[in-house]
């Protein structure tokens, strides 16, 4: 009889990993993870973390860790462990702020680095320069002048270069070469070489003088090239540091998006009001929520009814009418009435918890776009060390030439192969196209974006904020027979004015826009009906209509519910005076940066929480066809509509500007924030938009392209200067300070090809983020 293995219950713990320099390295991490009995391990390049599920009864959260040091990176517990049911094993509220902290340690490691690597750059700088020009110019050559240079040198060599030959030594370790064992091979060749012609050849020498020779000496030992390792390593510092600013943004969206909620709650015990952080909050619990204030957790209301502002999780400007057995959100904002809050769920298990989850789950499926220096050095760097050693073995055995000449040989190949316009290729085109971005208001936040932006072919774009303003305005005015359109408008204007919801200042905005509001007597507020008062002696209210429309209010009531704008019925006197639309409208760009979407090649999309009808109605207003229209969508299933559309092999972009939007815009193969939204979206993403217009997408996708093609053409000058001397360098026919000559031309060339970028120009003449502008009040008559 067969016995069946009961199932192992596997936990999960997620893992901060640090030190990693590329994309090889987190792959050899996730590798050493999975050969662990009972581990399943995803390493992520990006984030800096791994996600591992583990049976305990095999291996623990310290062997994990133990394992990645092992392998030559650093590692730490991130978050708790949990289940496979999701389900923590710690206090959730614990979980919530420790991972956070977690991540203020993946930041401040990386910060720490950043510093670090700054500091290198700095000072190797500042050494290389004098080495350069004593090196280079004989004029300037004094008595020992090249102990001088040694002395400079040795520092930059070993404690400026220590990030790329601590890196080789951990690849080696593992069997691997990537472009730091090209960098350690060839400026340690230059800096050996050098030793060896001061302390044994000619070149230490008292008045020893170095001079450019088309071809190596063959006969002594009397050159050093200590110039070309500090030249190579001070460029890729440069390179390597700005790498590391840019990367890991992601990590900052779960900061922001966990630091949303309301940090302590006004909980109801005994009778009486008393003030407990979030954390002690449990289920079951009552708390007040006053106008104004953030609601503290997911909860139900017992009591009060208000309006409450739910836009930073649906995305939608309308706030949404609570009254006793509505539910509510943790993080939304009360804006109006007193509420009391039963409390549902805490900790991980809010809705706030449950966003912070989706976004990091998107990081983590997105797989980061691998550099395309180490796609190259995959090949290259087997190939220049083979050649040069090749090399050194012919000069020796097959053309019976000296040591010293096969050497110099062998060295000229790995100083003419040594990548030092590489350091140059991605950085200088990225400095110059992201500098020429933000003086357009775009703000790009590195190479594997640009990579992106050339694939996508569908673009999926929030509505609300995004191609809409956000904002709510007025759209039409009908009147009954016997009524004045702009008295209804303004009375009803009046009124309004004293409420502080959405739609009531969208009426009193339009009302006041042209002269001043009379004064109101007699305001009150009914829930759920609307508001009313005495304007000029005359009972005006506004809201729900009390009876029954005819005639033209009629059709425009049901009109405006199409389109999906929200119909606000005027009676002046008891009688049904007029019906007031008001809508969220698209913004007047929106519609060029849609053809201009078009004209890149992409299928514009729109997605959005708000109802069909609305969706279809700023569709049409656009240019986006009906059929890619997708309405009613909540936040994880707007991150399902992006996984779905790349299931059907399309590259997506992402446009959207609400926290809502963050998990999509990080699922998305490329992800642009409004500059106008929240911190996570824009943290999330992938380009901030900075001045809010669509057509700036537009202009991020240009620029992203034509910045990728300058970085693709300068890897290739950077190889093709090098690789088309590897040739004459091999058999000996090159000089090995040449070499670095013409390495330092092909770093000439790229920095002046990046340049070029400067003169990229706006589709629509943006020069600068549009600054915000101010309203006047309604009270104030302002011009037409």
Known sequence: MTQTQPAVDLLQVDLGVTGMTCTSCSSRVERKLNKLDGVEATVNFATESASVRYDPAKVDPDNLIETVKTTGYGAFTMSGATDDGGDSTDDAATVASGSSGARSQVDTAREHEAADLKNRLIISALLTVPIVLLSMIPALQFTNWQWAVLTMTTPVFFWGGAPFHRATLVNLRHGATTMDTLITLGTGAAYLWSLWALFIGNAGHPGMTMEIHLLPTNSTMDEIYLETAAVVISFLLLGRWFETKAKGQSSAALRKLLDMGAKDAAVIRDGAEVRVPVGQLKIGDVFVVRPGEKIATDGRVTEGSSAVDESMLTGESVPVEVTAGSKV??????????????????GADTTLSQMAKLVTEAQAKKAPVQRLVDRISAVFVPVVIVISILTLLTHVFLLDAGLATAFTAAVAVLIIACPCALGLATPTALLVGTGRGAELGLLIKGPEVLESTKKVDTIVMDKTGTVTTGVMSVTGVTVADGFDRNDVLTKAAAVEFASEHPIAQAIAREGGRTQTLPEVTDFANTAGRGVTGRVEGHSVTVGRPAGEL??????????AQTLGGTPVVVQINGR??????????????S???????????????????????????????????PAQVIAEVMPEDKVRVIERLQKQGKNVAMVGDGINDAAALAQADLGLAMGAGTDVAIEASDITLMNSDLR?????????????GTIKGNLFWAFAYNVALIPVAAIGLLNPILAGIAMAFSSVFVVSNSLRLRGFTSSHGATAPASNTTEASPRQPVNA
């Open 329 to 346: 959100t943790g993080a939304t904002l009360n804006t109006s009435g007193r509420l009391l809050v039963e409390v549902t769920r805490t």
């Open 550 to 559: 005819t005639g033209p209010l009629q059709d425009a009531f049901t009109h």
């Open 576 to 589: 049904n005076a007029g019906v007031i639309t008001v809508r969220d409208t698209a913004k007047p760009t």
């Open 591 to 625: 519609a060029a940066a849609v053809a201009g979407l078009k004209e890149l090649g992409l299928t514009p999309m729109l997605l959005t929480g708000d109802n069909a009808g609305a969706a279809k109605a700023v569709a049409a207003e656009v240019g986006i066809d």
């Open 696 to 708: 700036s997408a537009v202009d991020a996708i240009r620029l992203s392209r034509r910045t990728l």
